[in-house]
DNA sequence: GTGAAAGCGCTAACAT
DNA sequence: ATGTTAGCGCTTTCAC
């Protein structure tokens, strides 16, 4: 039973690693002491402390977390999930998500946290347990909501430490952490109806509990303004590539007359002003759009995109402190953060 | 000494989790039977077997991961690092770096292999091996060979199994996988001589590895053309926001005429486009524009952008089978990906 | 076909 | 101040 084979799995050629035992035995001293001076424990003598730092130092050695995770029964990684399309595998590409990523990563180091990131099949929400249920991360941070409502109910339910990045919806039984969409999509509407627009259309997938959100701000807005939403200017689209053109096309089709467009993301946006220029509705002059999320390309842009900032290193610092309350047994609370609007010339 | 005080660091209120010894005695069977019939032996009566199994699956129990790697001294976690410059932090920004991200965890998933990211300050990029040192991972992909060639090689002449996203060079101890960065050049370049254009500008700092076999490529093909590469129209400017307009400026500072223009990326060349447009000469009739690297959003800007597109699936694949290799304990070859010219309006 | 027991690399109570 | 030893959760040899 003392040989696992030494050719172990996807390790075959290389030496073996130096261990604890290694630092004892050159440093001339038990591997308690080695462990207790390289965890500076007082308890050992100064001289000897700085006999065995040196060795480790010099010989690389780093101790085995793994090995000291279980011994400890401690962890400091946490796992973050971004499903994925089974279709399109599309949505680790929308700019968005990906600079939600880079937050988290800073937020997580600025922690001394560790990130295992994670691709799962949106359909099979449940996989994004595993990591947890394997032990490998003390819970999971998962950018994505979509449409999975129940699925993450049901993690939650099972008490894995999640947070979603989101939107908070009725009987919801796992924390999110997301923009306040509500707020963001009258900010927008807002101010285009204060630049005298009248005929807004909203473009995105309302069956998205964002998008909704989104969208209930922009009634909101019009209606303060005593004006009827109209379905007719109301166009569902998804975030895919190729949906910010449809959209327009859809609201030509039904020759609905509009002077104004609140797109749900800045990538919809940009299609749709391109495609309203080949149209020949020049963008602000004929028609003014107002984008979400605020990208950095936002401001490259030609015209340079008016949108809803969404916060994003705050977002980071709030989906990681959230989960650190969850994973340490308390409850953690959903919150909302606010959003701003970011006046460029494309509105 | 058998009790690490049960209030575990990041460990306190929740309940014990489930381990091996709890469904073999729920299964009435020792633990050993347990992990042969999880692990699918042929020496477990299929009976008993399936009991376990139902059993781990109804109550979500997964095998610990820490305890199992350790015990069969394996790992399938690969280490992927992103070097930020300790100023800006900004590095994880570059839509480029986000989608080579996306697709590494692509890759690393197919191979069943799990990824664990790190950021750590370019600048003290011994850092990268911490992650290995430890144990955590059999090997590091580095995104960002930056001007960290020689910190590089000290890493590869430690043994670090590390694979490097980036330009091949003399005297290279460790493993780069990049794309082919001096045909790239030459193939944007030919393509605005083609054109006509025989002044062209170059945009971007040639102090960066792989842009300076861009800008070789650059001089290799006006030579062809009997050309004399003009250091009036080389400009160094980073990749940093703001470098574009900045490159334009100093152009125009100069004196320098030009026709057209090759920008070391995308994000560069966006940004000079943007700061033509203000300046009066517009694009693609004034000054010809080819970015490179063909990220998503350069076919939904103003001008639809001519690019060079880099092969970024292909890298991923790459970038995680040449690791493969390395942490096998096998020496593995550079390499380098074709890339392939994108022709769109702005040149 | 199944179980007992040793040990992966580490830490910490206990002894000295 | 340091060493001895048991055991974190798992796998596997060896014995039955």
Same mark, same amino acid.
């Given at each position: 039973?003392?040989?696992?084979?030494?050719?172990?799995?996807?390790?075959?050629?290389?030496?073996?690693?130096?261990?604890?035992?290694?630092?004892?035995?050159?440093?001339?001293?038990?591997?308690?002491?080695?462990?207790?001076?390289?965890?500076?424990?007082?308890?050992?003598?100064?001289?000897?402390?700085?006999?065995?730092?040196?060795?480790?130092?010099?010989?690389?050695?780093?101790?085995?977390?793994?090995?000291?995770?279980?011994?400890?029964?401690?962890?400091?990684?946490?796992?973050?999930?971004?499903?994925?399309?089974?279709?399109?595998?599309?949505?680790?590409?929308? +700019?968005?998500?990906?600079?939600?990523?880079?937050?988290?990563?800073?937020?997580?180091?600025?922690?001394?946290?560790?990130?295992?990131?994670?691709?799962?099949?949106?359909?099979?929400?449940?996989?994004?347990?595993?990591?947890?249920? /394997?032990?490998?991360?003390?819970?999971?941070?998962?950018?994505?909501?979509?449409?999975?409502?129940?699925?993450?109910?049901?993690?939650?339910?099972?008490?894995?430490?999640?947070?979603?990045?989101?939107?908070?919806?009725?009987?919801?039984?796992?924390?999110?952490?997301?923009?306040?969409?509500?707020?963001?999509?009258?900010?927008?509407?807002?101010?285009?109806?204060?630049?005298?627009?009248?005929?807004?259309?909203?473009?995105?997938?309302?069956?998205? +509990?964002?998008?909704?959100?989104?969208?209930?701000?922009?009634?909101?807005?019009?209606?303060?303004?005593?004006?009827?939403?109209?379905?007719?200017?109301?166009?569902?689209?998804?975030?895919?590539?190729?949906?910010?053109?449809?959209?327009?096309?859809?609201?030509?089709?039904?020759?609905?007359?509009?002077?104004?467009?609140?797109?749900?993301?800045?990538?919809?946006?940009?299609?749709?002003?391109?495609?309203?220029?080949?149209?020949?509705?020049?963008?602000?002059?004929?028609?003014?759009?107002?984008?979400?999320?605020?990208?950095?390309?936002? /401001?490259?842009?030609?015209?340079?995109?008016?949108?809803?900032?969404?916060?994003? =290193?705050?977002?980071?610092? =709030?989906?990681?402190?959230?989960?650190?309350?969850?994973?340490?047994?308390?409850?953690?609370?959903?919150?909302?953060?606010?959003?701003?609007?970011?006046?460029?010339?494309?509105?």
């Amino acid at each position: 039973m003392l040989k696992p084979k030494p050719a172990a799995p996807a390790a075959s050629a290389q030496q073996r690693r130096l261990q604890m035992a290694d630092i004892a035995r050159l440093a001339g001293v038990s591997t308690s002491t080695v462990s207790r001076a390289l965890a500076g424990s007082k308890l050992v003598n100064d001289e000897t402390r700085q006999r065995v730092l040196e060795l480790a130092r010099s010989l690389n050695y780093s101790i085995n977390i793994g090995a000291q995770n279980l011994r400890l029964k401690q962890n400091r990684t946490v796992g973050v999930v971004v499903p994925y399309d089974p279709d399109t595998r599309q949505q680790l590409t929308d +700019p968005f998500f990906l600079a939600m990523l880079g937050s988290l990563a800073d937020a997580l180091t600025e922690q001394g946290l560790d990130m295992l990131l994670t691709r799962v099949d949106a359909g099979q929400l449940d996989a994004a347990a595993q990591p947890f249920d /394997s032990g490998r991360v003390i819970g999971v941070i998962l950018i994505g909501q979509w449409r999975h409502h129940d699925q993450l109910n049901q993690l939650a339910a099972r008490r894995v430490p999640i947070v979603v990045w989101g939107a908070q919806l009725p009987q919801q039984l796992y924390c999110t952490v997301g923009g306040d969409n509500v707020a963001g999509g009258a900010l927008a509407t807002g101010h285009l109806l204060q630049r005298g627009r009248r005929r807004i259309a909203f473009l995105g997938d309302i069956n998205l +509990p964002e998008v909704e959100h989104r969208y209930q701000g922009y009634c909101q807005a019009l209606r303060a303004q005593g004006i009827a939403p109209d379905p007719q200017l109301q166009v569902p689209v998804s975030f895919l590539p190729g949906g910010g053109a449809e959209g327009v096309r859809e609201l030509m089709r039904r020759g609905a007359a509009f002077d104004a467009m609140f797109a749900s993301s800045d990538l919809l946006a940009m299609a749709a002003i391109n495609t309203l220029r080949e149209l020949g509705r020049p963008v602000p002059d004929d028609v003014a759009v107002v984008g979400y999320d605020d990208i950095e390309l936002a /401001s490259y842009f030609h015209p340079p995109l008016s949108t809803v900032r969404q916060p994003i =290193a705050a977002a980071g610092r =709030a989906l990681v402190a959230s989960l650190l309350e969850l994973a340490d047994g308390q409850g953690a609370a959903s919150l909302q953060l606010p959003t701003e609007l970011v006046l460029r010339a494309s509105a």
